[in-house]
């Protein structure tokens, strides 16, 4: 994930915020649903994965897409929507079109 920080923030992109979906940390049928697809809770969840690198939730989205388990039921997944604001990608840029960097 560093690395697509990185690539954002350079020429062309120049990005200043990058955004994302992932599932969400917590939603009522999360338990029951991985044990009817056979999987174990994962240790730590992708949401709380993004907070730790400095990402915000700004919306939930309750029914973002479907999962099928193993004997053919549906169950939708909740997600959340993340951002994070970039920092460095303005100077890391100047310095590009100057010929300034060493990478």
Not at 10 to 25: C, D, I, W, Y
Not at 26 to 54: N, S, V
Not at 80 to 100: N, S
Request: aromatic share 8%.
């Amino acid at each position: 994930m560093d690395e697509v920080e990185s690539l954002a923030q350079r020429e062309p992109l120049n990005a200043k915020t990058l955004a994302l979906m992932t599932v969400a940390s917590a939603f009522p049928t999360r338990d029951a649903k991985l044990k009817a697809q056979g999987r174990e809770k994962p240790k730590i969840a992708l949401q709380d994965w993004y907070e730790r690198r400095g990402y915000v939730v700004f919306k939930h989205v309750e029914k973002a897409w479907e999962e099928v388990d193993l004997e053919g039921k549906i169950w939708w997944c909740a997600a959340v929507l993340m951002r994070k604001e970039l920092t460095g990608g303005e100077e890391r840029g100047r310095k590009e079109r100057l010929g300034l960097t060493t990478e």
